[in-house]
């Protein structure tokens, strides 16, 4: 493939995988709530550490999976119970809300830097370069976190679909996601509908902060530094389609892993310092000629 290698098409595979995992819960959010969540960022820090903490204990990492996404679940019901429910109680503007969620990943931010030097000195670990590939498992030569990522957004988009369409609870959700003033008009109780999206949304985030460090090597800034791509991951697809977000995770992952390898290898290794414009790029290109993601134009061609 335009003299590309398998480690190349594996790690474009795996970083779409993780990507798409990221994006899925701002999506999710911005359908329900429609407050672009700045603290998704400490949510994906938070399930970089709960995996790397259980393997300071002798735990594999990859229990970091369920950790990570029981403990960001309640991070993210932490933030919508202390800042945003309130809030939105007070009737508070979007942009409102969206500064609440900016305050709380600061602070977030500085407790993950607390915990980090905690690790560090409790077990001399170097907690500012976590990096746990060398406990993977591998098959075929194949490294697992490909297979745990691609599976882990299987089930997560597999999940939701189940639980949006074939349950009562998801068919309220839904309602909430529609019309949320209808929605609470016929009974629906659209605060713990909130909760629940924000515990979803927070937990995917966390399982995809649990694999990082099995790909790449990761600190307390990690979240910091994936916010633009996490948000052009949910721009690209589409923040009105829960679903969109694979869509985006999966162009931005391949241009920015295998595009960016064979554009190195064409043209010079100097064109790679230049990945993190892709985002950026791709995010405003978006916004001008497909504000509503490439799932809409999916979705347009069908009906027609």
């Given at each position: ?287 001008i000629f497909i504000p509503k993601g ?11």
């Amino acid at each position: 493939m335009f003299g590309i290698g398998l480690p190349t098409i594996v790690g474009g595979l795996t970083w779409s995988a993780l990507l798409s995992l990221m994006g899925i819960g701002i999506t999710l959010l911005y359908r329900t709530t429609k407050v672009p969540n700045f603290a998704h960022a400490s949510f994906v820090t938070t399930g970089v550490y709960a995996s790397f903490t259980l393997s300071l204990l002798g735990f594999h990492p990859y229990w970091g999976i369920l950790a990570g996404f029981i403990l960001t679940g309640l991070e993210a019901l932490l933030l919508f119970y202390s800042i945003l429910e309130p809030l939105r109680r007070r009737k508070s503007s979007v942009f409102i809300l969206m500064i609440g969620t900016l305050a709380f990943d600061i602070l977030f931010y500085g407790i993950l830097n607390i915990y980090a030097d905690y690790l560090q000195t409790v077990f001399k670990a170097s907690a500012r370069a976590v990096y746990l590939a060398p406990k993977d498992f591998s098959i075929m030569g194949i490294p697992g976190i490909m297979f745990m990522s691609l599976g882990m957004l299987v089930i997560s988009v597999l999940g939701l679909y189940l639980l949006l369409n074939r349950t009562t609870v998801g068919i309220a959700l839904k309602a909430c996601m529609e019309n949320t003033a209808l929605a609470q008009t016929i009974g629906v109780n659209v605060s713990l509908m909130l909760m629940l999206s924000w515990f979803i949304a927070g937990g995917i985030a966390g399982i995809s902060g649990a694999l990082l460090p099995m790909y790449i090597e990761t600190s307390p800034d990690i979240g910091v530094l994936l916010v633009a791509e996490m948000f052009c991951v949910s721009i690209l697809g589409g923040l009105e389609q829960v679903y969109g977000a694979p869509l985006g995770g999966f162009l931005m992952g391949f241009a920015e892993v295998v595009l960016t390898s064979w554009l190195a290898s064409e043209v010079g290794p100097w064109i790679i310092s230049y990945t993190p414009l892709l985002p950026l790029g791709a995010m405003a290109l978006t916004l001008i000629f497909i504000p509503k993601g490439l799932a809409t134009i999916k979705i347009r061609r069908r009906e027609g």
